[in-house]
């Protein structure tokens, strides 16, 4: 809670990035929210957990969520925070918030 109180603070741009696990803690979109609205980031990215290296046996396959889960809780975050989604990517499960593309790099398709 002291890093997100002292995001407002910082006089750069901020990205709170939030690893989605299936079953664990993809629940409580208005608890994310409300950390959200302390910590005023430029960005918010949600990312599916990926089961690579040792996170293999310590949570498995099972808990990644498909892009869809993401994008569907993101949109629950996005809507409670007054963000929209910005950006995704399906094949890395990820989607970007955020309140404005201003000083976004446009990637190639």
């Given at each position: 809670?002291?890093?997100?109180?002292?995001?407002?603070?910082?006089?750069?741009?901020?990205?709170?990035?939030?690893?989605?696990?299936?079953?664990?803690?993809?629940?409580?979109?208005?608890?994310?929210?409300?950390?959200?609205?302390?910590?005023?980031?430029?960005?918010?990215?949600?990312?599916?957990?990926?089961?690579v290296g040792f996170a293999r046996q310590r949570l498995g396959y099972e808990k990644m969520p498909l892009h869809s889960q993401v994008r569907d809780f993101a949109k629950k975050?996005?809507?409670?925070?007054?963000?929209?989604?910005?950006?995704?990517?399906?094949?890395?499960?990820?989607?970007?918030?955020?309140?404005?593309?201003?000083?976004?790099?446009?990637?190639?398709?």
């Amino acid at each position: 809670m002291k890093t997100i109180k002292l995001f407002p603070k910082l006089k750069t741009r901020k990205v709170l990035r939030l690893t989605l696990i299936k079953g664990m803690n993809m629940e409580d979109e208005k608890g994310y929210a409300k950390l959200i609205k302390l910590a005023k980031p430029d960005f918010v990215e949600a990312k599916a957990y990926m089961a690579v290296g040792f996170a293999r046996q310590r949570l498995g396959y099972e808990k990644m969520p498909l892009h869809s889960q993401v994008r569907d809780f993101a949109k629950k975050i996005a809507k409670l925070s007054k963000l929209k989604i910005l950006d995704e990517k399906a094949d890395s499960r990820v989607v970007l918030l955020g309140k404005s593309r201003k000083g976004m790099k446009i990637r190639s398709q």
